[in-house]
């Protein structure tokens, strides 16, 4: 059972942009501290949808 909010299109887009956000990080080399923040930020927006 989905719940109301993982129907929407913007919360949809959030959790792709999350995926898009690690796969990023990912191909970072070095820069600890700024894919740590990215991250984090990324992670709070569908959570602001909620």
Same mark, same amino acid.
């Given at each position: 059972? $989905? ?8 919360? #949809? $887009? ?12 990912? $191909? ?11 991250? #984090? ?10």
């Amino acid at each position: 059972m $989905a719940f109301g909010h993982e129907k929407l299109d913007v919360y #949809r $887009a959030a959790i792709e942009y999350v995926g898009w956000v690690y796969r990023f990080c990912e $191909a970072l080399a070095g820069h600890r501290n700024a894919k740590d923040q990215l991250l #984090r930020a990324s992670q709070v927006i569908p959570l602001n949808i909620v």
